[in-house]
C-alpha cells in the first residue's frame, strides 16, 4: 500500500466553479501536510501547509486535515484558468522528509 | 521570498554520458537540500538528501555510485547522473530550506528534464 494514495484525475471543471482535491494516508504519524501546485515542466510551488489537523484558509485555497480519517482537501473557489495546474499532496512525519501523492491534473474551462 | 535555482532546466544526452545538474538557493543559505526524481503520471520520490559539507543520505533503491552529489557550499548542490542510460530519462527536481523563513520554507527548483538517448 502506498504511503499516501491521490486520484490523479484529470478533472475538468467550468470557470467559478469549486474544486476539491482529496489524499488518503495510511500512516497515523503523519503531522505536517502540504498542497503543491505545479505547471507543467516546472517544479512544485507551496500553496498551503497544516501542521497537525484542522482547517486553513488562504484567499479562495481552504485546506482541511482530517487525521481521524487519515484524509486532508484542498478546496479551491471561484475556480479560475490560471488554476489550471497538477496538483500535489505531500506529508511528513518530520517536516523534512516528504512522501507525496501522484498528484490530481485540474482543468479549469473558461 | 526564497529561490531555488536549478540548471539546466532539460538536458538531452548520449547514452553512457554523465550530466551534472545543478541547485543553488539565491537568497538564503541551505545545509540540507533534497533531491526527487519524477516519472510521468507518478509521484516525486526522494533520492537523496544532501547535507552541506558532509555524504549524502540516499533513499533505499538509489545507487549512490551512479547519481553522485555533491554539496560543497551553502548555496550549491550537484547530482551528476554518471553513464546514464534511457531508464533515467526524468524529472529532477531539488529543494532547499530556508528554515521557516518563508510560509515553512521548502523551496523547489523548477526541475531539470533529463532526456537520455
Known amino acids: 500500500q502506498k504511503e499516501v494514495e491521490q486520484d490523479p484525475g484529470p478533472l475538468s471543471v467550468p470557470e467559478g466553479a469549486i474544486v476539491s482535491l482529496n489524499c488518503t494516508y495510511s500512516n497515523s504519524a503523519f503531522q505536517y501536510f502540504m498542497w503543491y501546485r505545479q505547471y507543467s515542466r516546472k517544479g512544485p510551488e507551496l500553496l498551503m501547509y497544516t501542521y497537525s489537523s484542522g482547517n486553513k484558509e488562504d484567499g479562495r485555497f481552504t485546506a482541511q486535515v482530517d487525521k481521524s480519517s487519515k484524509y486532508i482537501s484542498l478546496f479551491i473557489r471561484d475556480s479560475q484558468p490560471s488554476d489550471s495546474a497538477t496538483y500535489l499532496c505531500?506529508?511528513?512525519?518530520?517536516?523534512?522528509?516528504?512522501?507525496f501523492g501522484t498528484g490530481t491534473s485540474l482543468t479549469v474551462i473558461p | 521570498g526564497a529561490v531555488v535555482s536549478q540548471h539546466p532546466s532539460w538536458v538531452i544526452c548520449k547514452s553512457g554520458t554523465s550530466v551534472k545538474i545543478e541547485c543553488r538557493s539565491l537568497?538564503?543559505?541551505?545545509?540540507?537540500m533534497f533531491w526527487y526524481r519524477q516519472f510521468p503520471k507518478q509521484s516525486l520520490m526522494l533520492m537523496a538528501t544532501?547535507?552541506?559539507?558532509?555524504?549524502?543520505?540516499?533513499e533505499q533503491g538509489v545507487e549512490k555510485d551512479k547519481f553522485l552529489i555533491n554539496h560543497a557550499s551553502l548555496t550549491l548542490s550537484t547530482l551528476t547522473v554518471t553513464s546514464a542510460h534511457p531508464e533515467d530519462s526524468s524529472f529532477y527536481i531539488c529543494?532547499?530550506?530556508?528554515?521557516?523563513?518563508?510560509?515553512?520554507?521548502?523551496?523547489f527548483g523548477s526541475g531539470t528534464r533529463l532526456t537520455v538517448v
Open positions: 529543494s532547499a530550506s530556508d528554515h521557516g523563513a518563508t510560509n515553512y520554507g521548502y523551496t
Open positions: 544532501s547535507n552541506e559539507g558532509s555524504k549524502a543520505t540516499y
Open positions: 505531500a506529508m511528513s512525519y518530520t517536516g523534512n522528509q516528504f512522501y
Open positions: 537568497d538564503f543559505q541551505a545545509t540540507t
